[in-house]
């Protein structure tokens, strides 16, 4: 059983809100559907440079930007791995 990350958690929300699936999004941001899978799952990390990259492609800011960017802070591994 996966660990859903914040980060996960948030996209799965913004991608459900706009219609979108893994496949498109994954596509936007240049990389493989069953890796965003795995990043929604908590299984994989995003760089700082990936969440700005999803948060232009979703068009949010403001407050809804932010969110995403806490999110992403409270779903890093820890060092050494997954938690």
């Not at 991608?15 to 990389?31: I, W």
């Not at 492609?57 to 930007?65: C, P, Q, R």
């Amino acid at each position: 059983m996966s660990r859903y990350s914040p980060l996960g958690l948030a996209f799965r929300r913004l991608r459900d809100e706009r219609g979108l699936t893994q496949v498109a999004m994954a596509a936007a941001l240049s990389v493989p559907a069953y890796w965003l899978s795995r990043l929604e799952g908590g299984r994989e990390e995003l760089t700082e440079a990936g969440v700005e990259d999803a948060i232009a492609y979703l068009k949010i800011d403001g407050d809804e930007a932010d969110a995403v960017r806490t999110a992403w802070e409270a779903s890093r591994l820890p060092v050494g791995g997954v938690a």
